[in-house]
């Protein structure tokens, strides 16, 4: 039993999702970095009658590490610390619109287990958290707790940059026809506000090589130029958002990140792990550099991630 579960025995207890039922797990800090997502899942909770928790986590304090692998209960100091980020968390959605009718949760653990976890009994359809932006070492570690938690999550994980304030307006799918790519483009394309565009994005391979006619970079280009196409007419279906296609040229991150800079997109979605073990270790380096280089948003869908309600976004 870990400390994690010990301290979430004495929250309100979880409660089983009705059929069909969408819930967004929000993990919050209670600071700056947060807002964003906090904003984000007001928006998603208002227009789609989504359920919300919202939730924090404590380190544990290493006092000494028996307890946290004894059956015995947390030593004091770990209850009062995962109060005081309960009252952190609670005070952070004071303005928050329908913040009052969200379910608020903090427990002891480590964060992207605790994360996961609570994700997994709650059964949440989507994890949402806040990315920091000030200075290089706090980046680094913001991301690198998305990073774990997105290795471990069997949901969409969206990392929110800390200035959005609503729905996302120009997305970006980047596929590579794999289910997770696809699965990540239609989610995407769900996340948007009512007047979004998704831009569904191919990063050739052989980008520096100059084809000729009949060729395998030829046939390559010609074969994905016309899969594109077809996702681009098959997400058209699905959605009444206006989609695009454009194929893309040189390294897939910097092609990616450059190109969702250029046309300011405030989302970048992403196909997340497959079922390999290196792939799900490493999270894909592609990925972990655009979650990292982002100025945006950023979406990573597993490949079974499929939405509770179909029907058209």
Known sequence: MTAFTRARR???????????????????????????????????AQRDAAKVMLLGVSTPIPH?????????????????SRRAVLEDVEDSVSQIPGANQWTKQAVVGFTADAISEMAATWQASMILLGI?????LKRLLSHGTAVDVMRRASVPVLAVHPNATALPTHAMAAVDFTAASMTSAELAARLLGDDGILTVAHVCAFGNVEPR??????L?????????EQVVRDLRSRTKHR???????????????????RMQCDLIA??????????????GSVR???????RCSVLIAPPKAVSRKRGRS
Do not use: F, W
């Open 10 to 44: 004495r929250s309100r207890p979880i409660t089983a999702p009705r059929s069909n039922e969408n819930r967004i797990l929000v993990a919050a800090a209670g600071d700056r970095e947060s807002r964003g997502a906090l904003l984000l899942a007001s928006a998603l």
């Open 132 to 136: 920091g932006r000030h200075g290089r």
């Open 220 to 228: 390559y280009r010609a074969g994905a130029r016309a899969k594109l």
């Open 270 to 283: 992403l196909g997340g792990h497959e079922q390999g073990l290196m792939d799900r270790i490493l999270l």
């Open 288 to 294: 972990t550099q655009i979650l990292r280089g982002a």
């Open 64 to 80: 000494n590490v028996s307890t946290l692998v004894s059956m015995r209960r947390p030593v004091p100091i770990d209850e009062v």
């Open 213 to 218: 006619e009949g060729d395998l970079v030829d």
């Open 243 to 261: 989609v695009v296609g454009v194929m893309l040229k040189g390294e897939p991150g910097d092609a990616i990140l450059a190109y969702a800079r």
